[in-house]
Nanobody
Framework: QLQLVESGGGLVQPGGSLRLSCAASGFSLDYYAIGWFRQAPGKEREGVSCINSRAETTNIADSVKGRFTVSRDNAKNTVYLHMNSLQPEDTAVYYC???????????????????????WGQGTQVTVSS
């Protein structure tokens, strides 16, 4: 069974940092592109960052550019979202998603199409508040 499990969320003060992890089980991430999405109450799901299977290309949403980065460690079957300078508007449930990297769809496009991804994690809550 293909599964993604997010971890690393929590409560953090404005200006703080968190690192989210997305661990895969039941399959190898070697050939999968990964997307990080977030959804705040009453808002649509937003693509935060996407990374292709070999970490050659990444996409970062304008709303988090300069503060968030994405990386992956295929040996650990895990992808990370590094979040710095967190602000209250970053409060949301964060999801990771995976699908086979077809080598055609760009990471920019992936991040605009959550429906492109077939495997989703359960989400982890990130709350930024003083």
């Amino acid at each position: 069974q293909l599964q993604l499990v997010e971890s690393g969320g929590g409560l953090v003060q404005p200006g703080g940092s968190l690192r989210l992890s997305c661990a895969a089980s039941g399959f190898s991430l070697d050939y999968y592109a990964i997307g990080w999405f977030r959804q705040a109450p009453g808002k649509e799901r937003e693509g935060v960052s996407c990374i292709n299977s070999r970490a050659e290309t990444t996409n970062i949403a304008d709303s988090v550019k300069g503060r968030f980065t994405v990386s992956r460690d295929n040996a650990k079957n895990t992808v990370y979202l590094h979040m710095n300078s967190l602000q209250p508007e970053d409060t949301a449930v964060y999801y990771c998603a995976a699908d086979v990297d077809d080598g055609i769809t760009t990471v920019r496009a992936m991040c605009t199409m959550p429906q492109w991804f077939g495997v989703w994690g359960q989400g982890t809550q990130v709350t930024v508040s003083s």
